[in-house]
């Protein structure tokens, strides 16, 4: 005898089956003997889907007696209908056995949604009963009783401003439906979520951590202190500080060359070193034949072994570009290409980092250049730990 019974993804479909989201469903007929023909149909969903969509994105194979369709997103509950031979035996009288019903469900949060007129389709035993019951028992295991004079061993006791107290909440998301979600203890200001801003968490309070996790590149700017040295020259340092209006700042009287120690994270992406300066003299002054130099250098610490990771000639020096108003009278910002514009991960345990700037020289070359400060650019890379630099 015909028998209408399916599989779907090959289980059989006595109470119900489970799919992935997003996925390619089949349906086929458990036993096609004595078959003529065979329908199949979605006779009704969830509040959030359509039986007349589903049943147009189904493919029907009336040979294989198979059918394919997507499955939906996360959430739904569809109910089908097999019927097989029009639903009437061979003497053309109407036959219930020739026709069954079955759910096919996508979970959410590990739960199945309830569809129109659902009886039996999911389990049968206990129908549509269980489901409602999975809930229940859910929400007995993740809210604890809040015990009260009043009304003891209560789920969740609503006080005179409509709110909730639990011990304990147990759930794979907490929602919000103003926008904002708030957590806090003891009545203080915790933390926000802000929906409107794309998850953005704002702390009333200083948050306290070891360490924290980047889910991003995060660029950083910062000024480096001003700890150099440089060469004696008959005796005197050839660079010093001066005050020149400009605190921090430390000039050259002779040709020597000037080291800024550069102390940076470890493991982060050195992106730029930038130095702002201005020549000696002043615009009577012609640009010299050579103008400064500022190279990044790497050196290990073992070995002193060098490495160059960025050099450039300032610019506002050379002609024709330069001019002496521009090199003499202007500070103004020299910036090394760091290893090709590609940067450089820093090895702090193994490595130091130095700024090594050379003074204007050669013929028309005058002393007093000044050097007003230094900035780099590094990046904390995505998956980086602040905190354990």
């Not at 147009?56 to 369709?69: F, G, W």
């Not at 009545?187 to 991003?216: E, H, M, R």
């Not at 002779?254 to 493991?267: E, H, K, R």
């Not at 590609?342 to 007093?368: F, M, R």
Request: proline share 5%.
């Amino acid at each position: 005898m015909a028998n209408p019974q399916c599989t779907v993804n090959g289980l059989l479909t006595t109470n119900g089956v489970d799919v992935p989201a997003l996925n390619l469903v089949t349906i086929q007929l458990a036993d096609i003997a004595g078959v003529n023909s065979w329908s199949i149909t979605c006779l009704s969903t969830d509040d959030g889907h359509s039986s007349a969509a589903i049943n147009l994105s189904m493919s029907i194979n009336s040979v294989t007696k198979t059918c394919t369709y997507p499955s939906t997103e996360q959430g739904s509950a569809l109910i089908f209908e097999s019927i097989v031979n029009g639903g009437v035996d061979a003497n053309g009288r109407v036959d219930q056995s020739l026709r069954t019903r079955f759910g096919v469900y996508v979970l959410s949060s590990g739960l199945r949604l309830a569809a129109f007129d659902e009886t039996t389709e999911g389990s049968s035993s206990f129908g549509w009963t269980k489901k409602f019951n999975d809930v229940i028992r859910l929400a007995a295991g993740s809210l604890l009783p809040t015990d009260t004079a009043a009304t003891p061993d209560t789920v969740a006791l609503r006080d005179a401003s409509a709110n909730c107290s639990f011990n304990l909440v147990n759930a794979t998301q907490v929602y919000g439906d103003a926008g904002t979600l708030i957590l806090a203890a003891d009545g203080n200001s915790g933390i926000t979520i802000d929906g409107a801003l794309s998850g953005l968490i704002i702390c009333g309070n200083p948050v306290k951590a070891p360490s924290y996790q980047l889910g991003i590149d995060t660029p950083v700017t910062r000024k480096v202190p001003m700890i150099w040295h440089g060469h004696l020259i008959a005796g005197a340092l050839s660079w010093i500080p001066t005050n020149s209006g400009k605190p921090n700042c430390i000039f050259t009287n002779s040709g020597a060359l000037l080291f800024i120690q550069l102390d940076l994270p470890n493991g982060v992406r050195l992106d730029s070193v930038s130095v702002k300066l201005k020549g000696g003299g002043s615009f009577v002054n012609p640009l010299p034949q050579f103008a400064p130099v500022v190279t990044v250098i790497e050196e290990d610490t073992a070995t002193l072994v060098q490495n160059q990771l960025g050099q450039l000639m300032d610019p506002a020096g050379v002609a024709p570009g330069g001019t002496p108003t521009a090199y003499r009278d202007t500070a103004h910002n020299v910036t090394p290409v760091i290893n090709g514009g590609a940067g450089t991960v820093i090895d702090s345990t193994a490595k130091t980092y130095l700024l090594q700037v050379e003074p204007e020289s050669g013929t028309d070359s005058v002393a007093g250049m000044v050097v007003y400060g230094v900035s780099v650019t590094y990046t904390r890379l995505d998956g980086s730990e602040v905190g354990n630099d």
